[in-house]
């Protein structure tokens, strides 16, 4: 494989793409664990150890960092893809939760906002993972959830704590003291200077590790009673959704101000569904439906297959130029066209049509960045007529008052220090803003891919349960005009960031790939797959190559006003390697110019390599990001 590539790797090196990576492959025969922190990849591979598959090891990675806080906990949501190899299919896990009673844009525009809050309580919906844990276990895993929850209920014990997630802490207490319960768990040294955790001191999380017991419990007596293995895994599940747990939940929920109720709990489910997918050159590219932003990697895909990427080479003026132009376009499609689809019907298919794709293609402007890009009209290519013209032209006029017309002024060359510095810290944080993501393969075919959120730092922790709320419902909006398929409503799922990855080649596993950050996760992802297919890098080399970031975007997370959440036009992040010709290029081009060191994602990935029957796992030199294989 190395032979094949090398005048690639000559051609990139040339572009200023070193071949040596930071971070070294990983190769194994057996198993492939990935994960966003070492301890969680490590769980992972005890479970491979004691005879798991792949979806055992990914519950387990999962338990993991929701019980490490990994910028996500276990009030939150879990969206993965998983390939049987038992009927050759990739099934989707929507493990999203909903939007509670009395959560209507009456009621957060009688409070002032708008847009739904981003932190306490009023900012959760109804939690997703233990069901999808459950769900996934059950149906595709092999063990037991007292097999499975084991590494997680002895960190719940007490785990030393690493030095990221304890400085989060800190640096989130003022809410976390607003917060009795939340307070009592992460604040352990109330009164002092620093009242979060030590690096590397034993966190202690008691009333999670009793709930984690409780739903043991209720799978052990489920067995001895002669129940099925999925029997007892679901009497957990139904332990934690309308039992004990289910009622300090809700009463530690609405203690604080918060609007879920047990009903709403009872009634919420996860949905095993049908992933979406297109073809890209003979590679099938899945994602989940658009109830997260992922069809947009499957529309830019679409897109690009209108241009010949190699000819511009890598990270080109050229190219960088019609990705931009690219993500402009399915972004603005995301903002306008997605939702949850059990609620009303999106235009999906008008949207992932191939001619639909070649219309936009057509609308590029070659030599300039389009800063007033919008939505475009799917519905014909679905054989119907556009039945919101009308708030099309609302959301235009919401444009014409909003866009900052700064794509003509050219920013001079400064470095990433400067940057980091004169960056408006709040907007990067509601741009990037982070889970974790999980990746697991085995020798049996099982291949996993986890993009898990929700419940972050700092957290609003629900009664004695030690489960932190999810902060999801600030994905809703209240204005039609802005996104009509995601207006928020009880019941309902917010369209969401998070998006994992999977792609087949020949019918079979080829990658598999997730990341975190917000709205930049499918622009970090589409450049990844990019990276691998027209630029023939290594899973690890395209983890680490320097991606670019659009800011030409409505985002979906942060602050309640519009002023927090409008775009950016001709906004562009860039690494700061990036050559001096080419950003003079791109000013040309109208963008305005920022600049860091680390401009890739957080992205983990598993490569299956079937000409030598070995799996590799990539995982990104930024942060905590672990992999470990066999």
């Not at 995301?334 to 999906?348: C, K, V």
Request: net charge positive; aromatic share 10%.
């Amino acid at each position: 494989m190395q032979r094949i590539f090398l005048p690639l790797f000559l051609l990139l090196a040339a572009a200023g793409f070193a071949q040596q990576t930071q971070k070294p492959p990983l190769h194994g025969k057996h198993w492939m664990a990935v994960t966003g922190k070492p301890l969680a990849a490590t769980a992972g591979a005890m479970i491979f150890q004691k005879g798991g598959n792949a979806v055992d090891a990914a519950c387990a990675m999962l338990a993991a960092t929701c019980t490490m806080w990994d910028v996500l906990s276990w009030g939150g949501e879990t969206q993965a893809l998983i390939y049987n190899p038992k009927t050759g299919k990739v099934i989707a896990i929507n493990a999203l939760g909903v939007a509670p009673t009395g959560a209507t844009p009456a009621f957060f525009k009688g409070k002032g906002y708008n847009f739904p809050p981003e932190y306490g309580p009023l900012a959760a919906v109804t939690p997703g993972t233990p069901g999808g844990i459950c769900h996934m276990l059950a149906e595709y895993g092999t063990m037991s959830l007292k097999e499975v929850l084991a590494p997680a209920m002895e960190m719940a014990a007490g785990y030393p704590i690493e030095a990221q997630t304890a400085n989060a802490i800190e640096r989130g207490k003022d809410h976390i003291k607003q917060w009795p319960y939340s307070k009592n768990v992460f604040l352990t040294h109330p009164g002092e200077k620093r009242e979060a955790p030590e690096a590397g001191e034993i966190f202690v999380q008691k009333d999670l590790l009793a709930t984690l017991s409780k739903m043991v419990e209720a799978e052990q007596q489920a067995l001895k009673n002669k129940k099925t293995r999925k029997e007892a895994i679901m009497a957990a599940y139904n332990r934690f959704y309308k039992g004990d747990i289910a009622k300090e939940f809700v009463r530690g929920c609405q203690e604080q101000g918060g609007l879920i109720t047990l009903e709403d709990l009872a009634r919420w489910k996860p949905i095993e569904e049908e992933p979406l997918h297109v073809n890209y050159k003979g590679i099938e590219v899945y994602k989940l439906q658009e109830w997260t932003q992922g069809p947009m990697l499957l529309q830019g895909l679409n897109i690009l297959e209108n241009f010949d990427l190699k000819k511009m080479g890598f990270n080109s003026p050229e190219y960088i130029h019609t990705l931009y132009q690219v993500l402009n376009l399915t972004f603005a499609d995301r903002d306008f066209y997605y939702g949850d689809p059990y609620f009303s019907r999106t235009p999906i298919k008008g949207l992932l049509s191939k001619e639909y794709a070649k219309q936009r293609a057509a609308q590029i402007n070659r030599k300039h960045n389009d800063a007033g890009a919008g939505p475009g009209d799917p519905y014909p290519f679905e054989g119907k007529k556009n039945p919101l013209l009308r708030l099309l032209e609302q959301r235009r006029a919401y444009a014409d008052t909003t866009l900052e017309k700064k794509n003509e002024i050219f920013v001079p060359r400064h470095d990433a220090v400067a940057y980091m510095r004169q960056a408006d810290s709040a907007y990067t944080d509601r741009l990037w803003r982070g889970t974790t993501s999980v990746e697991a393969a085995d020798k049996e075919g099982w291949v996993v891919s986890i993009t898990p959120s929700g419940g972050w730092l700092p957290a609003c922790i629900a009664g004695r349960t030690g489960v932190g709320m999810s902060q999801r419902l600030q994905s809703f909006v209240l204005d039609s005009a802005l996104s009509p398929f995601n207006v928020v409503a009880p019941g309902k799922r917010p369209r969401v960031t998070l998006t994992p990855s999977m792609a087949l080649k020949n019918g079979k596993p080829y990658i598999s790939f997730a990341v975190q950050g917000g709205d930049t996760q499918d622009q970090n992802l589409l450049q990844f797959f990019l990276n691998m297919v027209e630029f023939g890098m290594t899973v690890q080399q395209a983890t680490e190559a320097p991606n670019i970031n659009s800011n030409q975007l409505w985002l979906s997370l942060g602050g309640t006003s519009l002023k927090d959440r409008m775009p950016k036009p001709g906004s562009l992040l860039l690494n700061s390697n990036t050559p001096e010709s080419t950003r003079a290029a791109l000013q040309k081009m109208g963008y305005t110019l920022s600049f860091t060191p680390r401009s890739s994602g957080p992205i983990n990935a598993i490569f299956l390599d079937r000409l030598h029957g070995s799996i590799w796992g990539g995982s990104s030199n930024h942060g905590e990001d672990y992999g470990i294989g066999w």
